[in-house]
């Protein structure tokens, strides 16, 4: 009874909480940022689409190909739409990225703007290709579990 009095006592103390004050999740961070630039392509012929990305300031990201099996690869997944063959994604070649306490240890990384090239063969008209991009973010004292952010290409084939 004496320990019931003692905890309700402590709560007065404090104040009435105010409920309505408690904050709502946030959202999980990104640490890429992708915006579909619409494009216009050659119908019926093999022809690249860009997608461009930044890498928040602060961050960086594996590439396609991490120096290490056990790095998750930066990659473009998912990438479709109606009257679109899509081909296979051509990455940018990764820069040598080290932390200052294992100097000798190069991780092969994006950071700032990239662009990941998507060759298609489209018919004519106005496409959407929906996707993601997966990826593995760190900064210099951390790695974040992966991330999917959605990708949206808007293009037309004339």
Do not use: W
Not at 84 to 112: H, N, R, T
Request: proline share 8%.
């Amino acid at each position: 009874m004496k320990l019931l009095l003692l905890v309700a006592g402590l709560m007065l103390a404090q104040g009435p909480q105010d409920l309505g004050s408690l904050e709502a999740p946030k959202k999980t961070k990104q640490f890429v940022e992708y915006a579909a630039e619409s494009q216009v392509v050659p119908a019926g012929k093999r022809t690249v689409l860009e997608l461009r990305f930044r890498v928040v300031e602060g961050y960086h990201i594996n590439s396609h190909k991490p120096n290490s099996e056990l790095q998750i690869p930066t990659v473009v997944q998912s990438l479709a739409g109606s009257g679109v063959k899509v081909l296979a994604a051509e990455y940018p070649a990764g820069k040598p990225y080290s932390f200052s306490f294992a100097p000798d240890e190069k991780l092969d990384v994006y950071q700032g703007d990239f662009v990941v090239k998507v060759p298609v063969v489209a018919s004519a008209g106005a496409h959407e290709l929906k996707g993601i991009l997966r990826y593995q973010a760190c900064d210099t004292a951390a790695c974040y579990p992966p991330k999917s952010l959605p990708v949206d290409v808007l293009f037309t084939a004339k």
